[in-house]
């Protein structure tokens, strides 16, 4: 479960009945938006076959509980989302042959044997449906206090986008092509790469970036819920994570304390720092600047390369050559995860400090 006083919890299997996810301790009186629900979700489609999976689903959701005439009642809020375009005829045939890299192995020795092996099963990308369903209610929340969350592709491979990229650019363009990133020359270049790379039946990995705008300062509660700590554990439970780094990251380990410190200054008689190096966040608190971190999504693990792995029924080495529907790369279809599952998080700080400011008022 993420989140203390804004909690979710994501449950279902890549091809069973559908995906879940059951939020409690949303306020009462938040305004919900259907339409907005279904245009987050639809942001994890990528249209273009060539260079993401066959497998088409609609995301058709239900909300079951939680909300009312178009309001949140303040109880837990349900929302279901089925499962409608499902093959698992190629996990028949290696059911006992673990995918290299993949969750196969490890789930098969946790729940011994009988894990859904279907599609990945809990470890499969179909659950960040779910992730964006809620982060679509924590996301209509954290607005009304005029926070937003931006993410987009920021590398596919050896294909990056420069430094000096502009929110604007990110606010309209990340969404306006297939990679998922803000500058459309660079996209061009990334989709031509997970072309190339699918061309060979091989997958290729990424980095996400994303951008919290107008934070306000305080959020956080060290010295176990640390603001930047409890955001990396969220982007944990997306499948493929495997590393994530906030504001300048592994570069500070380079830099003196005179480069990488963010000067203190005034601003309109607003405390703001002149560099942000610290990514918007000290001492596991938000300074009031824009939160901003990067994730590393590793290749595809499911390739259509042979692979090297063993036959679990009789305990011997063996070959595996995967025929099925995969993403060549998992990172363009990241962003909307991304921002999903932080936005989850700023909710649940944002719900904690405003206790706490009402405390200290009261007091």
């Not at 009304?144 to 592709?153: D, H, L, P, S």
């Not at 390369?305 to 305990?315: E, G, V, W, Y």
Request: proline letters at 6%; charged letters at 25%; aromatic letters at 8%.
């Amino acid at each position: 479960m993420i989140g203390r006083l804004f909690r979710v919890s994501f449950y279902g299997e890549s091809h069973g009945y559908g995906v879940s996810t059951l939020i409690e301790g949303c306020p009462p009186g938040i305004r919900i938006d259907e339409d907005f629900i279904s245009k987050e979700l639809g942001k994890r489609r990528i249209e273009d076959p060539s260079i993401s999976t066959q497998r088409i689903e609609k995301d058709e959701f239900k909300i079951t509980s939680g909300v009312f005439n178009g309001y949140t009642t303040g109880a837990p809020i349900s929302i279901t989302i089925l499962n409608r375009d499902v093959d698992s005829r190629p996990y028949e045939t290696i059911k006992n042959k673990p995918r290299p890299s993949h969750a196969d192995l490890t789930a098969w020795i946790k729940y011994h044997g009988y894990n859904d092996f279907r599609g990945g099963g809990i470890f499969s990308g179909r659950l960040t449906a779910a992730m964006v369903a809620a982060g679509a209610i924590a996301k209509q929340l954290i607005m009304k206090y005029g926070i937003n969350v931006y993410a987009f592709t920021k590398s596919i491979g050896n294909i990056s986008l420069n430094n000096d990229v502009k929110l604007d650019d990110v606010v309209n363009n990340t969404y306006s092509n297939p990679a998922r990133c803000p500058d459309p020359e660079t996209a061009s270049k990334m989709i031509e790469l997970i072309k190339e790379t699918r061309a060979k039946g091989d997958s290729i990995g990424g980095v996400v970036e994303a951008w919290v705008t107008n934070v306000p300062p305080g959020l956080g509660d060290p010295p176990i819920d640390t603001l930047d700590g409890d955001i990396a554990k969220a982007v944990f439970t997306i499948p493929g994570v495997k590393a994530i780094e906030f504001g300048k990251g592994f570069d500070i380990a380079r830099m003196t304390g005179s480069e990488a410190n963010d000067p203190i200054a005034l601003k309109d008689g607003k405390i703001i720092t002149l560099s942000n190096n610290s990514g918007g966040i000290n001492g596991g608190i938000s300074n009031g600047m824009p939160i901003i971190f990067r994730v590393a999504f590793k290749p595809t693990p499911s390739i259509y390369i042979p692979q090297k792995t063993i036959d679990l029924r009789h305990m011997r080495e063996t070959m595996i050559r995967l025929w099925g529907r995969f993403d060549p790369c998992i990172a363009i279809r990241a962003p909307p995860i991304i921002e999903s599952i932080t936005a989850i998080v700023i909710a649940d700080h944002l719900l904690r400090w405003l206790a706490w400011e009402k405390y200290l008022e009261e007091k």
